[in-house]
């Protein structure tokens, strides 16, 4: 194997919950008047649940305290934990159990690196518990991507160091946060279209082979 770890972004990578996130946000932000829809929520992408809520917030017609802000993204998160209540092992592609099983035998050490607090809950939904040998999430950082912070614990915690590491993200933000911890990179979706990104994909599979001397 080139790389003895790689360190996966959660949502749009692993597993989708793309779209809870943009039902919760919704929900949230109409209740308060602010408008709020698919565009604005592609710009949510890979940031933290703080600083999400001050992109929403810049069509607010008022100024929110930072307790009334901590209290609608409590709204939010509680709004989007129920969603994420309907998820099950269905919801795991049989593509990337098969491509992360192929890489464990190849002798890869797995690691999430994720801004999301709810990280391990989603583990747990989709049938991945204990999976990963370390979780690198927003319980545990105090900087979001493109702050390389959440991928440096990761390799931290698997005893690497980040030249040995491949970062799997979907996001811009995320590949900006690899270059900027010194990691190796691959790219799905809009990521595999960035100039930055070092192995753009078209699918989760084709990993293996970018993973390979």
């Given at each position: 194997m080139k790389y003895k770890g790689i360190i996966f972004d959660l949502d749009g990578v692993v597993c989708f919950t793309d779209q809870y996130h943009y039902q919760a946000w919704k929900k949230m932000a109409d209740r308060i008047g602010v408008y709020f829809d698919e565009k604005i929520n592609n710009r949510l992408r890979g940031v933290s649940r703080m600083e999400s809520l001050e992109i929403i917030l810049e069509r607010s017609t008022r100024e929110y305290s930072e307790e009334e802000k901590k209290e609608l993204a409590a709204e939010k998160n509680e709004l989007y934990r129920e969603l994420l209540g309907s998820m099950t092992p269905a919801?795991?592609?049989?593509?990337?159990?098969?491509?992360?099983?192929?890489?464990?035998?190849?002798?890869?050490?797995?690691?999430?690196?994720?801004?999301?607090?709810?990280?391990?809950?989603?583990?747990?939904?989709?049938?991945?518990?204990?999976?990963?040998?370390?979780?690198?999430?927003?319980?545990?950082?105090?900087?979001?991507?493109?702050?390389?912070?959440?991928?440096?614990?990761?390799?931290?915690?698997?005893?690497?160091?980040?030249?040995?590491?491949?970062?799997?993200?979907?996001?811009?933000?995320?590949?900006?946060?690899?270059?900027?911890?010194?990691?190796d990179s691959a790219g799905l979706g809009e990521a595999a279209q960035y100039e930055r990104t070092t192995y753009p994909l078209n699918s989760f599979s084709d990993l293996w082979v970018c993973c390979q001397e």
């Open positions: 919801d795991l592609s049989g593509e990337v159990k098969e491509t992360l099983d192929r890489l464990r035998e190849g002798g890869a050490k797995l690691a999430i690196g994720s801004s999301s607090k709810n990280a391990k809950m989603i583990l747990s939904r989709i049938g991945l518990e204990g999976y990963f040998d370390a979780v690198s999430d927003g319980t545990n950082i105090s900087r979001s991507k493109p702050d390389p912070e959440v991928f440096l614990k990761a390799a931290e915690f698997l005893g690497l160091e980040p030249e040995e590491c491949l970062v799997v993200e979907d996001a811009k933000a995320g590949i900006d946060a690899a270059c900027a911890g010194g990691f």
